[in-house]
C-alpha cells in the first residue's frame, strides 16, 4: 500500500523539469525585454504602447507570464512543504495559491487582449 | 542508534556558508515576488491601458517610497534570477568542488547587487 499525500510532492521529476524550462522561457523573456527598451533612446507610452501592439510581443508576454505562475506554484508550494506541517493548513494555503495563480492567469489574458 | 549525539547548535559559533545564504535570498526573493505579482500585474495594466492610466502610474511611481519598494523587487529579481542561473549551471555540472561553489556564490550576490544598483540609478 502507497500512502500518497495530496499536499505531498507527487514525487516526480515533472516539476524539477518545468520549474528549469519555465525558468530558462522567462530568462529569455526578460533579457530580450530588457536589452529591447535600453536600445531605445527614451521610454514613454508611445514606444511601451507600441512594443504591446505587436502580436508576436503580447503571445510571448502571455508565454512570459504563464511560465511565471506555474514557477511560482512550484515554488510556493515547495517553501510551503518545508515550513507548514500541519495538513489542513497546508492544503488550505495550496488551493489559495493555485486559485490566486488561475486569477492571475485570467487577469494576463485581460490586460494583453481586452480593451 | 545513539540518540544522545551531540548538538552544536552554538549560533555564535556556527554560520550558513555562502552558498547557503545564496539559497534563503533566492527563497525570500521568491516569496518576495509571488506576493508583489498583483501589484505588478495591476502596473502592467495601468501601463498598458491608457495614456491616461500610464501617467497616473508613472506619478505613483515617483514617489520615493514607491521607488523603495521598486528597488526592493528589482534586487529580488536579479538575485532570484542570478541564483537561478547558478542552479542551472549546477544542475550541467559546470560547479564541480567547493571553491567553485563559494566563488559562484560570492558572484550572484555581486553581480545582482551591481545589477540592482544600475537599473536603480537608470530607473530613479
Known amino acids: 500500500m502507497v500512502n500518497r499525500v495530496v499536499v505531498g510532492a507527487h514525487y516526480g521529476l515533472l516539476d524539477w523539469l518545468i520549474q528549469r524550462i519555465s525558468a530558462v522561457v522567462m530568462a529569455l523573456y526578460s533579457v530580450a525585454l530588457v536589452v529591447y527598451l535600453l536600445l531605445q533612446p527614451g521610454l514613454n507610452y508611445e514606444v511601451w504602447g507600441l512594443l504591446f501592439s505587436s502580436l508576436v510581443v503580447r503571445t510571448f508576454t502571455l508565454l512570459f507570464l504563464l511560465s511565471l505562475f506555474y514557477h511560482a506554484w512550484i515554488g510556493v508550494r515547495d517553501v510551503v512543504m518545508d515550513y507548514i506541517k500541519p495538513p489542513s493548513v497546508r492544503l488550505l494555503i495550496h488551493v489559495l495559491v493555485i486559485i490566486a495563480l488561475l486569477l492571475y492567469s485570467i487577469w494576463s489574458v485581460q490586460i494583453l487582449w481586452g480593451k | ?124
Request: proline residues 4%; hydrophobic residues 55%.
Open chain 2, 1 to 124: 542508534m545513539n540518540k544522545r549525539r551531540p548538538k552544536h547548535l552554538a549560533l555564535h559559533l556556527i554560520k550558513l556558508p555562502l552558498p547557503g545564504i545564496v539559497s534563503i535570498l533566492h527563497r525570500l526573493s521568491g516569496l518576495l515576488l509571488f506576493f508583489a505579482l498583483p501589484v505588478l500585474l495591476w502596473m502592467l495594466q495601468y501601463s498598458l491601458r491608457s495614456i491616461e492610466t500610464y501617467t497616473q502610474l508613472s506619478s505613483a511611481l515617483s514617489h520615493p517610497l514607491s521607488k523603495l519598494l521598486l528597488l526592493c523587487l528589482l534586487w529580488a529579481f536579479t538575485h532570484h534570477f542570478c541564483a537561478g542561473l547558478r542552479y542551472l549551471a549546477i544542475d550541467l555540472h559546470f560547479v564541480r568542488n567547493l571553491a567553485q561553489a563559494r566563488n559562484s556564490s560570492r558572484l550572484v550576490l555581486i553581480v545582482s547587487l551591481a545589477l540592482t544598483i544600475y537599473f536603480g540609478v537608470k530607473l530613479w
